[in-house]
């Protein structure tokens, strides 16, 4: 008798047991399923694939756009550098670097001897070239007639081209000079050499003062046009398939805060630097800035549309 009570209340504890396991495990089920189906509906309301998501965060997993640095960079017809052919000491500049110049304004004057003999030598070969060219022109026709010999004609004709050949290298040479051969001879000869801003522009680089001696092919000061700067960006060999000609960028200004500004590639470089494995692409500035300076660290990217 006993050992039947003993069965029976084990039995009433195992199903007890069971239960309760049962109804603690339930709503743990339900909590789970309700988790999954919120995920699923924030998935379907951003539209955005699970393997693309973050299983925790639900963070968005997007490559970002390379980033090319560079510097603002001048084109060769926007930078010239002021050399004279000839020798000279400075008598007269009253250039400071970042001054504006117009094309033609006067930079400085020089001052050299040879300067003088050449504006004479052109001078002697302008007048003799008029008086044997006029010689030429008469044996030719005296010749033609038979009055003068063949071997006289000759001779004119050779000392004429001779003259001119001069006369032609010495205008050659003071127009190297920026000095126009026709104002030698209305003006008569100039004592001073004059240095004329090839461009409008400002002055860097100055190397020049009054009474400095100037070697010939020396620079004196440069001149830069700000007018139309370009950006020099170093683009490497992963990222040349981001990145094509007419493309259009935003780059920020280092110093200039978080302003944007846009410009467009124009140019890409065809050749790899066989050491850092780059190449340079240069774009054009759509708007351009008066703070921008040509040096200035910029930073870009390509925009998507």
């Known amino acids: 008798m006993m050992k039947a009570t003993v069965i029976i209340i084990t039995l009433f504890l195992t199903m007890s047991c069971s239960n309760t396991q ?15 189906e919120q995920t699923d509906a924030q998935q379907e309301q951003a539209d955005i694939p699970l393997e693309q ?13 390379a980033t090319f640095y560079g510097i603002f960079v001048l084109s060769p017809g926007h930078h010239a550098t002021v050399t004279l052919s000839m020798d000279g000491i400075v008598k007269y500049t009253s250039l400071l670097p970042g001054k504006y110049v117009r ?18 030598n052109y001078l002697e070969a302008y007048a003799q070239c008029e008086y044997l060219e006029a010689e030429y022109r008469r044996q030719e026709i005296l010749s033609q007639h038979e009055v003068a010999s063949q071997k006289r004609f000759q001779e004119s004709r050779a000392d004429y081209l001779s003259m001119k050949s001069r006369k032609d290298a010495a205008a050659a040479q003071l127009t190297m000079l920026g ?15 004059e ?24 620079p004196l000061c440069e001149v830069i046009d700000k007018s139309n700067p370009l950006i020099r960006l170093t683009a490497y060999e992963k990222d040349l ?24 590639i124009i ?20 708007n351009n800035h008066s703070l921008f300076r040509p040096g200035m660290y910029v930073n870009a990217q390509v925009v998507r549309k």
């Open 22 to 36: 049962r109804s603690n495990t339930a709503p743990v089920v339900g909590h789970r399923s309700a988790q999954l």
């Open 53 to 65: 998501t973050d299983a925790i965060t639900f963070a968005t997993v997007a490559s970002n756009e």
């Open 103 to 120: 094309k033609g304004e006067l930079l400085a004057t020089l001052e050299n001897p040879e300067f003088i003999n050449l504006q004479q």
């Open 179 to 193: 000095l126009s051969p026709q104002s030698v001879i209305e003006n008569s000869i100039l004592p001073l050499l």
């Open 195 to 218: 240095v004329r801003a090839p461009i409008s522009g400002y002055i860097t680089n100055l190397h020049m003062n009054t009474g400095r001696y100037v070697s010939a092919g020396e």
């Open 241 to 264: 398939t981001k990145i094509k000609m007419g493309d259009e960028i935003q780059f920020t200004v280092n110093g200039m805060g978080n302003e944007s500004f846009g410009g467009q």
């Open 267 to 286: 140019s890409i470089g065809q050749r790899v630097d066989e050491v850092n494995r780059s190449l340079e692409v240069y774009a054009k500035v759509v």
